[in-house]
């Protein structure tokens, strides 16, 4: 199970940073993503980091950015968004795929799950 936390309503411009804590298993074994989903639109790759060795991919539309962290210490991934735009308002979900690092760094909603509760993230202009 994860659990996500950290969102909020920021201004444009503004940052935040989610945290995806796991609980009762480690994340060297996953490949751990974040998507999230906006009303009215399908779910949409953001980042996703390997559990075991830290490789990092992000979508287009947030690379320079978003950064994706991992501390296995904690067991728990952060996403730190920076320069937050009205486009990035949706609800952010946390979900682990245990797919070859090719096929899940391709970000797609297919190769991930299950699906949390998520956390909100608003940006107003």
């Known amino acids: 199970q994860v659990v996500e936390s950290g969102g909020g309503s920021v201004q444009a411009g503004g940052s935040l940073r989610l945290s995806c804590a796991a609980s009762g298993f480690s994340f060297k074994d996953y490949t751990i993503g974040w998507f999230r989903q906006a009303p009215g639109k399908e779910p949409e790759g953001v980042s996703c980091v390997d559990g075991y060795d830290g490789d990092a991919a992000y979508a287009d539309s947030v690379k320079d950015r978003f950064a994706i962290s991992i501390d296995n210490t904690k067991k728990t991934v952060y996403l730190q968004m920076n320069n937050l735009k009205p486009d990035d308002t949706a609800v952010y979900y946390c979900?682990?795929?245990?797919?070859?690092?090719?096929?899940?760094?391709?970000?797609?909603?297919?190769?991930?799950?299950?699906w949390g509760q998520g956390t909100q993230v608003t940006v107003s202009s």
């Open positions: 979900e682990t795929s245990t797919r070859p690092w090719r096929l899940a760094s391709t970000l797609s909603p297919a190769n991930f799950g299950p």
